[in-house]
């Protein structure tokens, strides 16, 4: 059974978007896994599945590469708003998910903008495994310590760095992301404050590895450079993939905007999702 798919991505972060409104959709971990593969499938950094929302104008179901699920994924959000302002000729929606319902909007031409919903700071939100300040974790691994925690719906882990470009990204951040303070792991931000407006970043993304963007991690590196001090409430965020522009607002909500753009589309065969 031929089943249409898009490749999309936002600076750089890419995804298989499947559409499971009209006909069910299952896809299995493996089929995440092969969905995801670079070689053997279509190749992304998420699975994105579009499904019927109970209170928003359309759901979106997350999975890694690995397979396990996530509450949030900011590039894939803003690639999901394009998708429903195609069909509804709006410029305004809502997309729901785990974690919330997410207002979007298209905010100048070529850019959409996402209320990710607030920034939860507790360490029971994060989670962290047992209490503790998410400002000043006693976490370090090789040359980074010392990171700020926070959830976008998804766990995030931000470290403080000189260059992100300098470290071992492929070894640490398997380490950070299984790190047992992360009941759930967690996402790994390596941030550089290039000055009070501008952070240079790299991630380590839970369930995918290194990513060329993650808007989440935009989000929560902001929010974390905020909290200690680093940064004023908005900021470009500069990620090898492309610049996201994140404004924590007074009410706790963070506005993530940025790019998107549709790579191809494709079909394939649905048994192959939960073989
Ligand atoms: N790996 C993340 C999900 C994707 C986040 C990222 N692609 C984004 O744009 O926010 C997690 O397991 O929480």
């Given at each position: 059974m031929p089943t249409p798919f898009r490749k999309m991505h936002g600076a750089g972060n890419d995804f298989v978007i499947l559409d499971a409104r009209q006909t069910p959709l299952p896809i299995s971990e493996a089929g995440a896994r092969w969905l995801a593969d670079r070689n053997r499938g279509v190749g992304a950094d998420q699975i994105i599945r579009l499904e019927n929302a109970p209170d928003g104008d359309v759901f979106m179901r997350i999975l890694n590469p690995d397979g396990s699920e996530a509450g949030a994924c900011g590039n894939a959000t803003r690639c999901v708003a394009r998708i429903l302002f195609e069909e509804t000729g709006s410029e305004t929606g809502v997309i729901q998910t785990i974690s919330g319902l997410l207002p979007a909007r298209v905010s100048a031409?070529?850019?959409?903008?996402?209320?990710?919903?607030?920034?939860?700071?507790?360490?029971?939100?994060?989670?962290?495994?047992?209490?503790?300040?998410?400002?000043?974790?006693?976490?370090s691994e090789g040359a980074v310590s010392d990171p700020a925690a926070c959830s976008m719906g998804n766990p995030h882990a931000t470290f403080f760095v000189d260059d992100p470009w300098a470290l071992p990204l492929d070894v640490i951040g398997p380490r950070l992301e299984h790190a047992a303070i992360f009941p759930d792991r967690a996402n790994i931000g390596f941030a550089q404050i290039v000055s009070p407006e501008h952070i240079r970043l790299r991630v380590w993304e839970r369930g995918a590895g290194l990513t060329l963007a993650c808007g989440s991690g935009a989000c929560a590196t902001l929010v974390n450079a905020h909290r200690r001090g680093l940064t004023g409430r908005r900021a470009a965020v500069e990620l090898p993939g492309g610049t996201?522009?994140?404004?924590?607002?007074?009410?706790?909500?963070?506005?993530?905007e940025g790019p998107t753009a549709l790579s191809f589309?494709?079909?394939?065969?649905?048994?192959?999702?939960?073989a």
């Open positions: 031409p070529g850019l959409i903008e996402i209320d990710m919903g607030p920034a939860r700071l507790g360490w029971q939100e994060v989670p962290l495994a047992h209490e503790a300040d998410t400002l000043h974790l006693d976490l996201l522009t994140i404004t924590w607002r007074e009410d706790g909500h963070v506005l993530m589309m494709g079909e394939l065969d649905a048994a192959l999702l939960d």
